[in-house]
């Protein structure tokens, strides 16, 4: 059993940067295939980015393309996000997902990929 834990939210202004982390316990991050999705208020939940099983290159939504790079660090079984030029429409609750398999990277951007979930932390991008 994967258990994420989300960490790393927060208030900050337009333009800004953040990171967001991922502790994974149960299983090393480089077995695992992960990504992170959002949610705003009244939205659908939506692909952020993601990383194949062992593999370093970030999959990364149109939106967010050139300003957000995930990354795993082996050696303390985390995952982050990194997030740059942050914009108000940036603004939701981010998920980290984790999935046993080895999908394609078609299905990185699937929610269905995944079956493993952290609680979510909640990201506001405002002036």
């Given at each position: 059993?994967?258990?994420?834990?989300?960490?790393?939210?927060?208030?900050v202004?337009?333009?800004?940067?953040?990171?967001?982390?991922?502790?994974?316990s149960?299983?090393?991050?480089?077995?695992?295939?992960?990504?992170?999705?959002?949610?705003?208020?009244?939205k659908?939940?939506?692909?952020?980015?993601?990383?194949?099983?062992?593999?370093?290159?970030?999959?990364?939504?149109?939106?967010?393309?050139?300003?957000?790079?995930?990354?795993?660090?082996?050696?303390?079984?985390?995952?982050?996000?990194?997030?740059?030029?942050?914009?108000?429409?940036?603004?939701?609750?981010?998920?980290?997902?984790?999935?046993?398999?080895?999908?394609?990277?078609?299905?990185?951007?699937?929610?269905?990929?995944?079956?493993?979930?952290?609680?979510?932390?909640?990201?506001?991008?405002?002036?």
């Amino acid at each position: 059993q994967v258990q994420l834990v989300e960490s790393g939210g927060g208030l900050v202004l337009p333009g800004g940067s953040l990171r967001l982390s991922c502790a994974a316990s149960g299983r090393t991050v480089s077995t695992l295939a992960m990504a992170w999705f959002r949610q705003a208020p009244g939205k659908e939940r939506e692909f952020v980015a993601g990383l194949k099983r062992g593999q370093g290159n970030t999959y990364a939504a149109d939106s967010v393309k050139g300003r957000f790079t995930f990354s795993r660090d082996n050696g303390k079984n985390m995952g982050y996000l990194y997030m740059n030029s942050l914009k108000p429409e940036d603004t939701a609750v981010y998920y980290c997902a984790a999935s046993s398999g080895s999908p394609i990277s078609m299905s990185l951007r699937f929610a269905s990929t995944y079956e493993y979930w952290g609680q979510g932390t909640q990201v506001t991008v405002s002036s």
